[in-house]
T-cell receptor, first 108, second 114 residues
């Protein structure tokens, strides 16, 4: 089993839609969780950290479910500019371990 | 405040040549991480360094790959005798302190091995 698993997608959604991604992990010792956004042929950029209490930043909401070992990202009112690959990452010792990414395509 | 800088941005090598990738961390950051991203795959950790020390190289292939972060100058990822399978994007990240909470990525070096 991979340490971090994501549905690769692509998720094709119309503008204004709400879309959610999940990411499951196998190492229960991980303490820090993140969502990164990666545009085509660019570097990953931190979108938000994920906390047990959940956190929200504008149209984006992230949740952590330790019992079921997954994190989620909810995007409301999708914009064309949200089209990207979304990587979940988690701390594992000294490094970040990433999923392979979920592709989101928002269409007008 | 300049971000993480990597050069070259694109590097083409023939099989058997050496590739040297450079990473200058953000100002004030003394922790550097190297990741590799193969086409259609996620980022894979390679090595974590602090100034003059390799802290964790568990993700780096045992042969042909080496990394350093000298007291002065950028961190270097060196790949000797490159093979086609080394073609990938190599990203460097830096953080002010150890741990995963505040890693910022550079723009990456795209290595193509002919």
């Amino acid at each position: 089993r991979k340490e971090v698993e994501q549905d690769p997608g692509p998720f094709n959604v119309p503008e204004g839609a709400t879309v959610a991604f999940n990411c499951t992990y196998s190492n229960s010792a991980s303490q820090s969780f993140f969502w990164y956004r990666q545009d085509c042929r660019k570097e990953p950029k931190l979108l938000m950290s994920v906390y047990s209490s959940g956190n929200e930043d504008g149209r984006f909401t992230a949740q952590l479910n330790r019992a079921s070992q997954y994190i989620s990202l909810l995007i409301r009112d999708s914009k064309l500019s949200d089209s990207a690959t979304y990587l979940c990452g988690m701390e594992y010792g000294n490094k970040l371990v990433f999923g392979a990414g979920t592709i989101l395509r928002v269409k007008s | 405040n300049a971000g993480v800088m990597q050069n070259p941005r694109h590097l083409v090598r023939r099989r058997g040549q050496e590739a040297r990738l450079r990473c200058s961390p953000m100002k004030g950051h003394s922790h550097v991480y190297w990741y590799r991203q193969l086409p259609e795959e996620g980022l894979k950790f390679m090595v974590y360094l602090q100034k003059e020390n390799i802290i964790d190289e568990s993700g780096m292939p045992k042969e042909r790959f080496s990394a350093e972060f000298p007291k002065e100058g950028p961190s270097i990822l060196r790949i000797q005798q490159v093979v086609r399978g080394d073609s990938a994007a190599y990203f460097c990240a830096s953080s002010p302190a150890g741990g995963a909470d505040t890693q910022y990525f550079g723009p990456g070096t795209r290595l193509t091995v002919l």
